[in-house]
């Protein structure tokens, strides 16, 4: 299994809304990573998690919460966003060997209103 | 030819020509680069992958080359064919560092 597995694909959330954004991959890969896409532009690292721990923020706003429940999952919580905040979010995983060599999932398309 | 559209430069060629993507990097302390392929609607896949102890490497169909002493950093795609059309993005990742920072990205569009 080489699949990195986001759901849900698309999302349509109001600026008080609560959801969620889902990432599982069983690779065995000790590292994984949420981007930040917005169109026609690189993506953006927002968060690293090494071993589960978190390792890197990038100074992201804190209405965007990741949790790393086990090695295979990774989550970002989404809380009182603004439509700016409208982008893909693409999440990763690399093996601890490789850690250039990410596997993207083909990321959630989030629309705030 | 090559075009500077809105935020996004834009290669177009024929079937069959070779393409060359280039890329400038900006830190000296990064010693990995990585070459992503981008289609549209999907996440980024890998394509090659070179050290800053090697200058060029090779790979089916790929080449990559890596000029340390003026930070650039080239793709060449032999006999390119539509499937290779998408959007190109060069990585790089300092020394220790779990951090992949992603240039502005090339779209490369293959013509029939």
């Known amino acids: 299994d080489t699949e990195v597995t986001q759901t849900p694909k698309h999302l349509v959330m109001g600026m008080t809304n609560k959801k969620s954004l889902k990432c599982e991959q069983h690779?065995?890969?000790?590292?994984m990573y949420w981007y930040k896409q917005k169109a026609k532009k690189p993506p953006e690292l927002m968060f690293v998690y090494s071993y589960e721990k978190l390792s890197i923020n990038e100074s992201v706003p804190s209405r965007f919460s990741p949790e790393c429940p086990n090695s295979s999952l990774l989550n970002l919580h989404l809380h009182a966003l603004q439509p700016e905040d409208s982008a893909l979010y693409l999440c990763?995983?690399?093996?601890?060997?490789?850690?250039?060599?990410?596997?993207f999932g083909e990321g959630s398309r989030l629309t705030v209103l | 030819g090559e075009s500077v559209g809105l935020h996004l430069p834009t290669l177009s060629v024929q079937e069959g020509d070779n393409s060359i993507i280039n890329c400038a990097y900006s830190n000296s302390a990064s010693d990995y680069f990585i070459w992503y392929k981008q289609e549209s609607g999907k996440g980024p896949q890998f394509i090659i992958d070179?050290?800053?102890?090697?200058d060029k490497r090779q790979g089916q169909r790929v080449t990559v080359l890596l000029n340390k002493t003026v930070k650039h950093l080239s793709l060449q795609i032999a006999a390119t064919q539509p499937g290779d059309s998408a959007v190109y993005f060069c990585a790089e990742q300092p020394t220790g560092s779990e951090k992949l920072v992603f240039g502005k990205g090339m779209k490369l569009t293959v013509n029939p």
């Open positions: 990763a995983s690399s093996h601890r060997d490789r850690e250039g060599e990410l596997f």
């Open positions: 070179i050290r800053s102890n090697m």
């Open positions: 690779m065995g890969h000790r590292a």
